[in-house]
């Protein structure tokens, strides 16, 4: 996990660019504009403008989302500038458009943390001496609450989630918001140990946290580094995850076939590897089954039915082998972005009933919001 890559431009060059497929890439950043809550007129316009997934110049994915971020900064609102920003990197930095994309992704959302009663501070942790940048909230070594991580999976950073880190406070927690190993500034490489990021993150903070009691929001595919944190990281007490790879996407070769080149290339460019090697190079991460029954924690799952990048096997195996399992399914599809209001305060809701510390109002609180949210979906 000490390996680093080295920054886009230096003499790395990507096992695949992430615009060979532009259709494919404007369907995927749509699921993820939406999670962001960016408003379909800050975005749909300009990708009927972007003619090319790759290159510097107008036209191009990079450039276009950056102009719409310069747009939305000078209309004063830094946040939303931010997410355009991070739409700019989508799915991952490939060359100098990108770069300079994600580093104004990070710069503006500073600038909007900054000026905003948010409590967000940027922290670092080192990894085998490796600086890894995160995003902290309600953190107090005069009064150290329980922890929770957030990380989102292989194509968002932690400027997409990092909004979120008030609301992890007001539920009585500290917050932390990471990267996967090569997403964002996160420098490590993605590989066979990386579950290690949770463990160093607890280390990190266990002088302003009750990292005791920790709990793992982790989306996509850190869900799975999650579970195998767990299984040995007593601090750790309870995972809620949604659309998590388990076993079946690492192993079964028919539905790779069918898995979105987007998620492949991303997958080969944080792994290290060609495009064609990297479902070999990544089968023996499976969780096992004897390895789900050892998990001693409350999981809750998100699953989408029509999930095109994770395979229903891998939720039926949870099913049948994690003793303290909750989920909830949408008929959607990877992340469930049509169902985003619920999801996230269900995630919320889950993290609260796994704590035995948890304020009953805030968690019937959070509650009430989810009904609400539902009922108003059936109307």
């Given amino acids: 996990m000490s390996d680093t890559r080295q920054h886009p431009g230096t003499g790395v060059t990507a096992p695949a660019k992430p615009g060979s497929d532009l259709a494919e890439l404007k369907q995927f950043v749509v699921a993820h504009a939406i999670s962001q809550e960016l408003p379909a007129d ?5 990708l009927d403008r972007i003619t090319t997934g790759t290159g510097e110049g107008p036209g191009s994915w990079a450039h276009e989302w950056v102009r719409a971020g310069e747009e939305r900064e000078a209309a004063g609102d830094a946040l939303a500038a931010g997410q355009l920003y991070t739409m700019g990197r989508f799915p991952y930095v490939d060359g100098p458009g990108r770069a300079h994309s994600l580093e104004r992704s990070v710069d503006a959302f500073d600038r909007w943390r900054r000026a905003s009663p948010t ?15 995160i995003w902290t909230a309600g953190l107090d070594a005069a009064n150290p609450r329980p922890l929770l991580v957030m990380t989102g999976g292989i194509v968002s950073t932690k400027e997409q989630w990092g909004p979120v880190l008030p609301q992890i406070v007001a539920l009585g927690l500290a917050g932390v918001v990471a990267e996967l190993p090569g997403v964002g500034e996160n420098p490590l490489v993605y590989g066979p140990d990386s579950h290690r990021l949770f463990p160093a993150v607890l280390d990190a903070v266990a002088d302003r946290a009750d990292v005791s009691r920790s709990y793992l929001l982790a989306l996509s595919f850190s869900g799975h580094l999650a579970v195998r944190a767990a299984l040995t990281d007593s601090r750790i007490r309870g995972i809620v995850g949604n659309g998590l790879p388990v076993h079946d996407f690492f192993t079964d070769d028919e539905w790779q076939q069918h898995v979105p080149g987007i998620t492949r290339d991303t997958l080969a460019h944080l792994v290290g590897v060609p495009a064609g090697d990297v479902w070999r190079r990544i089968h023996d991460w499976a969780l096992s089954d004897a390895e789900l029954r050892q998990l001693s924690v409350p999981l809750a799952v998100v699953t989408a039915r029509r999930d095109e990048i994770i395979p229903p096997r891998d939720a039926e195996r949870l099913e049948k082998n994690v003793a303290d399992l909750r989920q909830l399914v949408h008929d959607d599809v990877h992340g469930a972005p049509a ?14 009933l796994m704590r035995t510390d948890a304020d009953p109002a805030v968690t019937g609180r959070l509650a009430g919001a989810l009904d609400a949210v539902r009922a108003k979906a059936v109307r």
């Fill in 42 to 46: 800050h975005y749909a316009g300009l």
């Fill in 119 to 133: 409590g967000i501070e940027r922290d670092t942790v080192h990894i085998d001496g490796v600086p890894v940048r």
């Fill in 339 to 352: 169902h985003l209001a619920e999801t996230r305060l269900w995630s919320l809701l889950a993290v609260q």
